[in-house]
């Protein structure tokens, strides 16, 4: 079962040192790029992390990263 495409570039998110996030991974949530519970009843479950700085992120919106919770840019690679 493959992600839902969220968008096709990433959102710049200002993320708070030392503060636990949940990365939406299904692509259904209504709050991207964080989880909202709308990945209930399938194979997905939010990837939760920490943020290390205090800085601007550009989040994988596309869920098909291969550095996610980041962009890496493969969303370029997708029709
Ligand atoms: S809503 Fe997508 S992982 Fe939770």
Redesign the pocket.
């Known amino acids: 079962m493959k992600p839902i495409i969220s968008d096709k570039q990433p959102k710049p998110i200002e993320l708070e040192q030392g503060k636990t996030y949940?990365w939406?991974?299904?692509?259904?949530?209504t709050s991207q790029p964080f989880?909202?519970?709308?990945?209930a009843g399938t194979a997905?479950?939010?990837k939760i992390f920490k943020a290390e700085e205090t800085k601007t992120a550009y989040m994988c919106m596309c869920k098909h990263s291969e550095n996610p919770v980041f962009c890496d840019g493969t969303h370029k690679t997708l029709d």
């Open positions: 949940a939406c991974s299904c692509g259904q949530s989880c909202d519970g709308s990945h997905f479950s939010p």
